[in-house]
């Protein structure tokens, strides 16, 4: 079965300040791999993907993600925070091929942007 | 395009009753997945359908259950309603294979249950 865990439930950084939250899976085949962010009152929004494809994901809003299979991880990144960052971010995954549709979240990462 | 939409946005229900939550996906979607979101227990799969079919089913009771239509528009519905089924249910699309299995998600039907 896949999973994720996010460590971390708030993360707090300065605006300009990078941007780091960690994400770690758990799938017994290729995973598809996912960041979500989602703002006050509102539905998830797609951040990027990993599918294999390439390890270094660029996604939207200067996000970007790396995919290092050694260490099951696939860190969020963003070089320098701006207070309208602020939201909740979460890592999920999918088995894909044949496994369907379902998405498994982790318990996601609340991202406070100071001034 | 138009994105995934979910209807009604806002439902205050009282324990005991069963209610109907619509979502319509991005045309040309035919995977339909529902979720719900509770403080306490995070984003939750409950169940995907798929040509009409449901192809996956999370870790819910019978009282949740869901349909798909041949347009593609899922309903899903929740009888018995208890306290604890208050939560934001949200409703995602996709093209699966081709578009790396992405899913695209409605703004949720906040459900109340008193």
């Known amino acids: 079965a896949q999973s994720v865990t996010q460590l971390g439930s708030h993360v707090s950084v300065s605006e300009g300040a990078l941007v780091l939250l960690r994400c770690n899976y758990s799938?017994?085949?290729?995973?598809?791999l996912f960041w979500y962010v989602q703002y006050p009152n509102q539905g998830l929004q797609l951040l990027l993907k990993?599918?294999?494809?390439?390890?270094l994901v660029k996604g939207i809003n200067g996000f970007e993600a790396e995919f290092k299979k050694s260490e099951t991880s696939f860190h969020l990144t963003k070089p320098s925070a701006h207070m309208s960052d602020a939201a909740e971010y979460f890592c999920a995954v999918t088995k894909g091929a044949g496994g369907g549709n379902k998405l498994t979240f982790g318990t996601g990462t609340q991202l406070k942007v100071e001034l | 395009k138009a994105g995934v939409t979910q209807t009604p946005r806002y439902l205050i229900k009282t324990r005991g009753q069963q209610v109907t939550l619509s979502c319509s996906p991005i045309s040309g979607h035919r995977s339909v997945s529902w979720y719900q979101q509770t403080p306490g227990q995070g984003l939750q799969f409950l169940f995907e359908?798929?040509?009409?079919?449901?192809?996956n089913k999370g870790n819910f009771p019978g009282r949740f259950s869901g349909r798909q239509f041949s347009n593609s528009r899922s309903e899903m519905n929740v009888s018995t309603l208890e306290l604890g089924d208050s939560a934001l249910y949200l409703c995602?699309?996709?093209?699966?294979?081709?578009?790396?299995?992405?899913?695209?998600f409605g703004p949720g039907t906040r459900l109340t249950v008193t």
């Open positions: 799938s017994s085949v290729p995973p598809y």
């Open positions: 359908y798929f040509s009409e079919t449901q192809r």
């Open positions: 995602a699309s996709s093209l699966e294979e081709a578009s790396g299995y992405e899913q695209y």
């Open positions: 990993y599918t294999s494809a390439a390890t």
